[in-house]
């Protein structure tokens, strides 16, 4: 009987850990998806090169930006201590600035395509609620560009919050320097700085 | 004539140096990465003020002469002449296989790309690979030290300075000619025009963007890109998020 009772249970939590090694495989398929609609989105628009100027490039890529990324997040964490220092309407004006921004760095950077191609090297769960896409993207004259993502799971499901090129991390630059212009200049001096680089990207 | 130009030079570097010592004045929180940021920004700023003024004309200049086709042949002549520095760090770090393939491009480029002028490696998909002296050292274990911004040269730390005169006297380029010289620290700049730009672009603290993605990038080298996952993530941010997400939720993109 003690036997039988041993079996069941050890059936029970191999069942389980199967359960969970399922689950976290079924995740890092869902957070590699992610990546890929993003990417293959931001090819499309590439390759649709000069046929499309700047403001059709940037409401192309502005709801797959607002899908795969989470642009509030990542906005709270850039400024890091400093969030709590703001009002409601920094905060809602910060968010709104960045993500346009991001937006517009993407419709910015991402404008020709001359044999582009992204390739998803590996996906790897860091914790329960974060896991890493290594991809490359591939030059199809120079050395690959290794660009890595770390998503979050939030309500809406997997969001990007981090890049990481060449083991640069987005994230980590842009805290720095955002920190550094609050704390220097203020919060009203950042928001300038962002509008400045939003129009330059646009012209 | 060389010896009054450096002469030129220190004494315009200690006039610098003395000018941001006399202008600490001012808050700024210390970075442990940085704590003579201060410092390190005047002489951002004045290698920014020669680069505007001196380099960059010069290199527009240069770019405008020289045919592209001829130009990526400079570039490859000098990528080769930083070979037998690589093989040398590959051998200092333990890196026998790579030391293999990197003299084996080095073989190649120089016999059948003449001295190098012509990437023939690149063609048989043989890998182009970068060490220098400061890698090694942090493969020995040796600590990067605070970070550093030395006049003309830019971005640095106090491991990489002894790293530097290692690498220099490991590199054929500074044992040639001066006009040889002269072409490598143009082909450099040339090289770097379109970082820079980028720079300048992207960043609201163009001081503190190049501080960052030069401590980063650095150890994403030295580590072969083994940092990008462990040191790379905000795992410590964990619990201000969770207390936060209501608010998060609450906020519109507004787009």
Known sequence: MMLLTKMITAFFLLFLSQLAAAEEVAETEIASQVVQGFQSELLNVMQQGDKLNFDQRFEQLKPIVIKTHDLAKITRIIVSKEWKKLTKEQKQELIQKFSTLSIASYAHYFKSFSGESFKIESV??????????????????????????????????????????????????KRSEYVSVIRKSGFDALITEISAKIKKFSQ | MNSRLIFRVISLVGILLLTACASSGRELEVNAQDPHEELNRSIYAFNDGVDTYVASPLVTGYQWILPDLLESAVTNFFNNLKEPKTILNDGLQGKEQQAGVDFERFLINTLLGFGGLINVASYADIEYHEEDFDQTLAVWGVPRGEYLVLPLLGPSAYRTIPGEIVDAFCSPANYAIWPIQLLGIFNARSNATQSLNFINEVAVDPYVFMRTSYLQWRDYQITEGENASDDLLILDMEEIFDEEEEELEMLEIGL
Do not use: E
Request: overall charge neutral.
């Open chain 1, 124 to 173: 790897k769960q860091l914790s329960p609620g974060q896991i890493y896409v290594h991809t490359f993207l591939v030059l199809p004259d120079d050395k690959d560009v290794s660009m890595d993502y770390l998503l979050k799971k939030t309500g809406h499901g997997w969001r990007i919050i981090n890049i990481i090129t060449n083991g640069v991390s987005d994230l980590a630059l």
